[in-house]
Nanobody, 126 residues
């Protein structure tokens, strides 16, 4: 059983930055992938970024490439999402999720992720 808790959301102006944190408790083995998803009002939840605990392999959605960076601190069992150059369209609830068996082919699919946090609101004003 893995428990994940997000933090760091808030209100920021367009062009600003925020850093989200995802603290994971319980067993997170080398095969785990830790992902970030987001859901904007009236839209489906979408993949943002993922990192594998072992090796640090990362993938990003095209919409955030070059602006967002996902990283991990294995000692703290924490994953971060550094978000720069934020845009109003980045406004959403951001969710952290754990995938017990990281896949290079299916990392962007919600049903691969077994454990989810409650989400943290990010609002970008124009």
């Amino acid at each position: 059983q893995v428990h994940v808790v997000e933090s760091g959301g808030g209100l920021v102006q367009a062009g600003g930055s925020l850093r989200l944190s995802c603290a994971a408790s319980g067993y997170t083995g080398n095969s785990y992938g830790m992902g970030w998803f987001r859901q904007a009002p009236g839209k489906e939840r979408e993949f943002v970024a993922v990192i594998r605990w072992s090796g640090g392999t990362t993938y990003y959605a095209d919409s955030v490439k070059g602006r967002f960076t996902i990283s991990r601190d294995n000692a703290k069992n924490t994953v971060y999402l550094q978000m720069n150059s934020l845009k109003p369209e980045d406004t959403a609830v951001y969710y952290c999720a754990a995938d017990p068996i990281f896949s290079n082919r299916h990392y962007d699919q919600e049903n691969e992720y077994k454990y989810w946090g409650q989400g943290t609101q990010v609002t970008v004003s124009s």
